[in-house]
């Protein structure tokens, strides 16, 4: 067994996952709020990095320009869609709604393709490949920007729900009714968690385009996404991020051994196979909070 | 009945309320609550009552309800157009039946959640101190999760939660239900305390005539839909009607109607 070769498959695998858990805390966001797996997550991604792009390639802007004010742009079009697609579907069967998030990210994914067409632009965040030594392990540098960018907005979403304005959403959570009945604003509450998830995007969209260019197939993550999401328990900020960290490993490691075995393409299947045992054997996911038995 | 309508903080006259547009719920129910008064509305399972409260406080709107005749008045304005948010901001606060905490959050984030968003910090801490006073066992227990709160406990924090929203009306729904005489008894006494201390108003729902009737002045009694008795609680008291039916001999079937109705509740959720 080649140790150096696991610990570098493990820490990579660590790393990249929490750039999973990146995405997976803007579906945690809405989950929480409104138990609906939002499926235009990958949607809302890929139109965060082209905004992005939309200021710095083609209006010449540095990006720390560009990146904040496509997160506030974000925030508005996450508060838009809530408004005018979700709002009126509220007490409709949840299969609905989920149809309503698949058809908001298709039709995200033909309005870019529209406007700026198909071949894959670089983000140019400028991040360095030049080999990145810690002891005897090679890491990649956008990865580790990209875990640093997820742990600072776990750490970030839980202070907020520490908050006033946190906690009136976690009880929006646990109770529509409950939450009218002493004047929260439930419909305020759920725009502003789509808002949330919508500026987490844009700092997905940023990291994952500089990995892999920015084009429609972002909207892809969301596979793997919902998968750490599921494997979080949905509505976990905390899950979100021990499961991408796990999902990263297994993967790496797992296809790492895999790959060899069978000559390469064994990643989306072990992302699968983490995806289905988790729903069988653990609906709740690691850290998902279950229903207290009413005595 | 002009005299009277001055005095009083709530008043409903001849209210209808459909629920899915074509199910008439209630069909006409008028009452009263006295500013600083406190009133039972009592009545059966399935007379009316819940949604007596919900046409007040505006929940009907989330049910799919709507009250299709008849005005509802507090401190003399009309408040049909009035959203349910604005109406807990006017003072109108419903405690919703089955002590619906914020099972996830803590006793002490149940009353942060219902703190109006203008409330400042100071005040919070101030109002939450004082209903820590009130539910002293509340107060013990501030850190745990609510989900796991006896039944009783769960009641006195649906009870405090409302308080935070500085209320002037305060209505409950079946606060009694499926709790211990003993807690039943030392919650109705904390009403009367809330009512007498701070001068809040209080509308209370019950089945439970027989311990309702001891700490309200009034009550008024709803069979399907409609008003059928109303005078002081002496008088309902000595009524023989209302003895047969509520208080006397009618254990067993009371017994029989709460136990249906939680199973019932428990397949509706
Ligand atoms: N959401 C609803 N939709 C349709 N009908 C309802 C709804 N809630 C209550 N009802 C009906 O309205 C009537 C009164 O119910 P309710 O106000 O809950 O009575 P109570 O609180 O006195 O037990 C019942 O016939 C009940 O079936
Ligand atoms: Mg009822």
Redesign the pocket.
């Known amino acids: 067994m080649d140790w150096v070769f696991l610990a570098e498959l493990t820490v990579n695998g660590a790393i990249t996952g929490l750039s999973y858990s990146l995405f997976a805390i803007g579906l945690v966001l809405i989950y929480k709020s409104s138990s609906v797996p939002n499926l235009a997550q990958g949607g809302l991604t890929m139109l965060g990095a082209y905004v992005v792009l939309a200021f710095s390639y083609e209006l010449g802007w540095p990006l720390w320009v560009a990146i904040p004010l496509a997160a506030v742009i974000m925030f508005f079009v996450g508060l838009g869609i809530e408004r005018v697609a979700l709002r009126r579907l509220a007490g409709r069967p949840i299969v609905m709604i989920l149809m309503m998030t698949l058809g908001i990210d298709i039709f995200l994914r033909g309005t870019t393709l529209a406007i700026w067409g198909g071949a894959p632009r670089p983000m140019g965040l400028g991040v360095s490949y030049d080999p990145f030594f810690v002891g005897p392990l090679l890491l990649s540098r956008i990865h580790i920007v990209g875990a640093l960018v997820a742990i600072a907005l776990f750490v970030a979403f839980m202070l907020f729900f520490r908050s006033r304005q946190g906690i009136r959403l976690r009880a929006i959570s646990d109770d529509y009714m409950a939450s009218w009945s002493v004047g929260i604003s439930v419909e305020r509450g759920v725009g502003l968690s789509w808002a949330l998830a919508s500026v987490v995007a844009v700092a997905t969209g940023v990291i994952w385009g500089e990995i892999q260019g920015v084009d429609q197939t972002l909207s892809l993550l969301l596979l793997k996404g919902l998968t750490v999401a599921v494997l979080g328990g949905l509505d976990s900020i905390v899950g979100a991020i021990v499961a991408g960290i796990l999902l990263g490993i297994v993967e790496n490691v797992g296809s790492g051994y895999l790959d060899q075995m069978v000559g390469g393409g064994s990643r989306d299947l072990v992302v699968a196979a983490v995806l289905i045992l988790t729903v069988m054997l653990r609906p709740h996911g690691l850290f998902g909070r279950h229903d207290i038995e009413r005595i | 009945m002009s005299s009277e309508e001055t005095n009083s903080i709530l008043s409903l006259n001849s209210i209808e309320v459909l629920?899915?547009s074509v199910?008439l719920?209630i069909k006409g129910v008028s009452l009263e609550v006295p500013n600083g008064g406190m009133v039972a509305l009592l009545?059966s399972?399935?007379?009316?009552?819940?949604?007596t409260l919900k046409a007040i406080s505006g929940l009907l709107k989330s049910?799919r309800?709507r009250v299709s005749r008849g005005e509802i008045r507090f401190d003399g304005k009309i408040i049909g157009d009035v959203p349910p948010q604005d109406r807990v901001h006017m003072g109108i606060c419903h405690v919703i039946e089955g002590r619906r905490v914020f099972e996830h959050l803590t006793p002490d984030e149940n009353l942060e959640a219902a703190a109006p968003v203008s409330m400042s910090r100071q005040k919070i801490n101030d109002e939450k101190a004082r209903i820590y006073e009130y539910f002293p066992r509340l107060a013990e227990r501030k850190a745990s999760q609510s989900g796991y709160l006896s039944g009783g406990e769960q009641q006195m924090l649906a009870i405090g939660r409302a308080l935070m929203t500085q209320p002037r009306l305060l209505m409950l729904d079946e606060p009694s239900l499926g709790l211990a005489p003993f807690l039943v008894a030392e919650i109705f006494g904390i009403l009367q305390k809330i009512n007498r201390e701070q001068g809040v108003s209080i509308l209370l729902v019950e089945q439970n005539a027989l311990a309702a009737l001891e700490i309200v002045s009034h009550g008024y009694l709803i069979e399907n839909?409609r008003v059928v008795m109303h005078d002081t609680a002496e008088a309902l008291k000595a009524n023989s009607d209302i003895q047969e039916f509520y208080l006397g001999g009618g254990e067993g079937k009371n017994f029989h109607d709460i136990k249906h109705y939680r199973r019932r509740k428990r397949w509706l959720s």
Do not use: C, F
């Open positions: 629920y899915d199910l719920a009545g399972n399935g007379a009316g009552k819940s949604t049910e309800g839909g």
